[in-house]
Every structure is written in structure tokens, then in C-alpha cells.
């Protein structure tokens, strides 16, 4: 919880204003499910029978979603490959992918990521050394500092519920749609909400953001 308050501090004071975070890159991976049922709970009145719901499956079919994104919208998404897993090498090729859409749009580069192992491994920080780009501190075992998993996946998960897909092409069209739908507003309020945070932190001494 310390360490939390320490890096929030960092963040608050290293900077005159929150500009910079204008120039922020943030993303993650995240698992998208072939069918994403969702139990419920259901009112019934004496005698009455409940709708069956189907039981998730023990080896669910699903692909890797990897997505990066600032207050101008998507940067670079792609679902990996069936079976691929993310790695420091992979990650270091993504990484090239997003420079080149990036260029001449972008002077500095603040970028923002947790601290799942390949993102910490040493090829990945010295590919970010090497293209320039700031990392910020981000406290481990904080989901609620990463704006990808407290503001995009939420919104995605929501947007994904009680739906089926056939093949990777209609998870892939249904993606697209959900991203190119949000507003510019919703990419800004995502990343822009990011000094609050810091200062709930601060003000809880640590304390973990729940959300309404």
C-alpha cells in the first residue's frame, strides 16, 4: 500500500500540470471469449421454473486481444494467434508496429504498462530506451491505476456480455465496432480521470479504488 502512495506521490509532483498525459500510451492483453453467457440471478415465484442457462465450458475457446490507446483513441490492437502467448520478444515486435503509426504524430512518448513479466524483461526495457519512450511508474497489483483495465476492458467486458461468436473474423468485426463507436470523450475521460485516482490513493493512504 506504500509503495502505491509512493509512486501516486511521484506522479503528482513530477510535473507542473497533467499535459503530458495528452502524450500518454497506455495497453494491455486481455482474453475474448468465444461465448461469454453470464450467470444471473433469477426472481421466481413459488412453482416457477428457472431459465436454463448453459455451463461454461471447462477449455472455453477464446484469443488474446492486445490493444494500446491514448486520449485520441486506438492506437494499435491485433488478436494473437491461436495458441500464441505473449512474450518479451513478441512484445518487442509489437512495440515496432505502434512506432510506425505513431510517427510524426508524436514528439514524446509517455508510456504506461504494468508489471506482467514480459513487459518488465530486460529486451523490452532496453526497446523502450532505444525508441525514446518515458515509462511512468505503475505500482504492481494495481489494476486500479491502469486505465485499460478501469476504464477500456470494463466497458469491452460490458459490451461483450451474452454474446456468441462464430470464428475469430466475427470476434475480430465485433471488436472494430466497439472501438471505432466510442467517442473521442470516452478515450480522454479514460486517461484524463488519471490524477484522481492517484489522489484517492494518496488520500486513502494506499487504499484500492472500488468501483460503482
Not at 491461436?82 to 512484445?91: P, R, V
Not at 476492458?153 to 466475427?170: A, I, M, V
Request: charged letters at 25%.
Amino acid at each position: 500500500l506504500q509503495y502505491r502512495v509512493d509512486a501516486c506521490m511521484d506522479l503528482m509532483t513530477s510535473h507542473r500540470n497533467y499535459q503530458w498525459l495528452r502524450n500518454l500510451i497506455t495497453g494491455d492483453e486481455k482474453w475474448v471469449l468465444y461465448i461469454n453467457y453470464t450467470h444471473r440471478c433469477q426472481w421466481l415465484s413459488a412453482g416457477q421454473t428457472g431459465v436454463a442457462t448453459p455451463k461454461p465450458d471447462l477449455h472455453p475457446k477464446k484469443v488474446m486481444l492486445s490493444v494500446w490507446w491514448g486520449v485520441n483513441g486506438i492506437i494499435h490492437w491485433e488478436v494473437l494467434p491461436n495458441g500464441c502467448t505473449i512474450t518479451a520478444d513478441l512484445y518487442c515486435q509489437q512495440f515496432g508496429r505502434i512506432a510506425e503509426k505513431l510517427k510524426g504524430k508524436q514528439d514524446r512518448i509517455y508510456y504506461l504498462h504494468d508489471n506482467a513479466r514480459p513487459h518488465v524483461a530486460k529486451s523490452t526495457c532496453e526497446k523502450l530506451l532505444k525508441l525514446g519512450w518515458i515509462t511512468i511508474p505503475h505500482p504492481p497489483y494495481s489494476p486500479d491505476l491502469a486505465p485499460t483495465d478501469y476504464h477500456l476492458f470494463r466497458f469491452l467486458s460490458d459490451h461483450l456480455c451474452e454474446k456468441k461468436f462464430n470464428d475469430e473474423n466475427d470476434v475480430k468485426i465485433n471488436i472494430a465496432n466497439f472501438f471505432g463507436q466510442k467517442s473521442k470523450d470516452f478515450y480522454e475521460r479514460g486517461i484524463l480521470s488519471l490524477p484522481e485516482r492517484w489522489r484517492q490513493v494518496i488520500d486513502s493512504s494506499g487504499a484500492y479504488i472500488t468501483e460503482s
